[in-house]
C-alpha cells in the first residue's frame, strides 16, 4: 500500500502536517518528499499549458517574457512600506 493511500493528506495547517510528517519513518518521509515534489511540477505544467492554449493569451504572454527580459514595461511598486 502506498504513503498516500495509507495517510490522510488533508490536515489544515503546517504545522500539522510538520508534525505528523516528523514522526514517519525516513524511508516514508523521502517518499512523500518525492510525491509532493511531482504533485508540484505536475501541476505547474498544468497551468503553464493551460494559460499557453488561447493564442492570443500565448501572444501576450511571451511578449510580457520578452519585456521582462529585456528591461521593457516594467512597474516597480513603491517599496517604502515593506521596510
Known sequence: MSLVNR????????AE????????PRPEQAEL???V???LRESAG????YLLSSPAN???LLR????ISAGRNLVEPDQTMFR
Open 7 to 14: 495517510y490522510s493528506l488533508d490536515m489544515s495547517s503546517l
Open 64 to 67: 510580457a517574457a520578452e519585456d
Open 33 to 35: 518528499l518525492r510525491f
Open 58 to 60: 500565448r501572444e501576450h
Open 46 to 49: 498544468d497551468e503553464t499549458d
Open 17 to 24: 502536517i510538520e508534525s505528523a510528517v516528523s514522526q514517519l
Open 37 to 39: 515534489a511531482a504533485m
